[in-house]
């Protein structure tokens, strides 16, 4: 009985070891990406100190891309938007919706697209990019591995929102070549802006 007490022991300890040598090069990776954390619609600026460490930068542990239909759930809110979800991988829906429906955004539309970029960024728990977009713009993008997208309307605008994921490959980017300023686009994250194109893994 000693004997089997002894060997469930060691292969316990064993599989521990193994376990966490497995882990251990995601954890060193993830140690190691640094990424600058930006806020802009056409002026960029540093993000605030309960966001980002005090050197500047951020840790990420994010990997992965993936989509999911969420079947297009609609709402109305009181706020008098409605919204259209066509991806919700991260579940953050209802928390966007809440958010914006306890706000009072006195018919401006610039209001209305800086409050959605905030509450998607803080409904995702600051972990991914988001770009607000003015649907009647033109723009164009390639990213990847977005988790969440959903149109709301407000004022007689339709603004588009995407989260995505901040591991982006090399030259991804999201570009407004339509109206700048708060009331048609909002972009959050970590990225770097050129004009009117936000680069993500420039």
């Not at 000693?2 to 300890?13: A, G, H």
């Not at 993830?30 to 993000?47: E, F, M, R």
């Not at 999201?174 to 970590?190: K, L, P, S, T």
Request: with cysteine; proline share 1%; net charge positive.
């Amino acid at each position: 009985m000693k004997k089997i007490r002894t060997r469930v022991i060691t292969l316990c300890l064993s599989l521990g070891i193994l376990a966490g040598t497995i882990g251990m090069p995601t954890a060193a990776f993830a140690a190691t990406t640094d990424a600058t954390y930006k806020v802009s619609n056409g002026i960029t600026t540093d993000s605030p100190d309960s966001i980002k460490g005090t050197d500047g930068t951020s840790k990420d542990s994010i990997y992965g891309a993936s989509l999911a239909a969420s079947g297009g759930s609609s709402f109305s809110g009181s706020a008098n938007f409605n919204a259209n979800v066509n991806i919700d991988v991260l579940g953050i829906a209802n928390r966007i919706i809440s958010a914006i429906n306890a706000r009072n955004f006195n018919g401006q539309n610039a209001a209305f697209c800086k409050g959605l970029m905030e509450s998607a960024f803080y409904a995702a728990h600051g972990q991914y990019n988001v770009v607000v977009m003015d649907l009647s713009q033109n723009y164009k993008h390639n990213i990847s591995g977005v988790k969440y997208f959903a149109t709301y309307q407000y004022g007689g605008t339709t603004f588009g929102v995407w989260v995505f994921s901040r591991q982006q490959p090399k030259g991804s980017y999201f570009e407004n070549d339509g109206r700048r300023g708060w009331d048609h686009w909002a972009c959050q994250g970590w990225q770097t802006q050129v004009n009117n194109v936000m680069w993500y893994n420039r």
